[in-house]
């Protein structure tokens, strides 16, 4: 991929967590991943997550990506938001806990 052609999307090249840290110092609101396992577990890995916003829908699939697989980063955040959706659908809103 060499373009993107989504409002406000950048390529992050081959330097991810160099690219990721430029992004957190620039103004204009916060960095959004939507749908990327393996962006996550690298940006985890080095400590670039403030906050997960985890959508259970009321369904069970049997198979699939796990995003918090074996050997994911341990790190402490609490539940600061939780509310329901008409369809079932719970939004649980996590930010990183402070260490005591």
């Known amino acids: 991929m060499t373009e993107v052609g989504w409002t406000n999307s950048y390529l992050l090249g081959p330097d991810v967590v160099g690219a990721v840290e430029r992004l957190r110092g620039e103004p204009g609101g916060e960095i959004r991943v939507w749908g ?3 962006l996550i577990r690298t940006l985890a890995e080095h400590d670039q997550i403030d ?7 009321p369904l069970v699939l049997g198979v699939g990506k796990k995003l918090f697989g074996d050997g994911f980063p341990y790190t ?3 539940l600061v938001e939780s ?4 369809s079932g659908i719970v939004i649980n809103v996590y930010r990183r806990a402070m260490e005591a």
């Open 76 to 78: 402490r955040f609490a």
């Open 51 to 57: 906050e997960y916003r985890l959508l259970v829908h």
């Open 36 to 38: 990327s396992t393996e």
């Open 83 to 86: 509310r329901s959706t008409a």
